[in-house]
């Protein structure tokens, strides 16, 4: 089992930066898949960027690519998205999930934090 903890987030003006953590417990983080989602008001969850078990392959949602890099350090058990450029359509609640596939489908992970509040002002 795993626990995801996210934290990072807040106001930033659109142009800026943030810099996203997801913190995990449990022995076999470096065994797992890690993605990003967010979750905008009165929509449904969306990919935002995934990176395999060692780093080594990641995938970016197009509206996000470019501006975004995930990255991994299974040394602290710790999964980053910096993001720059940011836009106020990417004003939402960002989640992080583990699963077995690298994948940008939210259903195939199977381990969710509880988000954190990034919003991006005009």
């Known amino acids: 089992q795993v626990q995801l903890v996210e934290s990072g987030g807040g106001l930033v003006q659109a142009g800026g930066s943030l810099r996203l953590s997801c913190a995990a417990s449990g022995r076999t983080f470096s065994s797992y898949a890690m993605g990003w989602f967010r979750q905008a008001p009165g929509k449904e969850r969306e990919f935002v960027a995934a ?11 197009d509206y996000v690519k ?6 991994r350090d299974n ?9 720059n450029s ?3 359509d990417g004003t939402a609640v960002y ?3 583990a699963g077995s596939i690298t ?9 969710w934090g ?3 509040q990034v919003t991006v002002s005009s």
């Open 51 to 61: 990176i395999n078990w060692n780093g080594g392959t990641t995938y970016y949602s």
């Open 103 to 111: 994948i940008a489908t939210p259903r195939a992970y199977d381990y």
């Open 114 to 116: 509880q988000g954190t």
């Open 75 to 83: 040394t602290k058990n710790t999964v980053y998205l910096q993001m």
């Open 66 to 71: 470019g501006r975004f890099t995930i990255a």
């Open 86 to 88: 940011l836009k106020p």
């Open 95 to 97: 989640y992080c999930a």
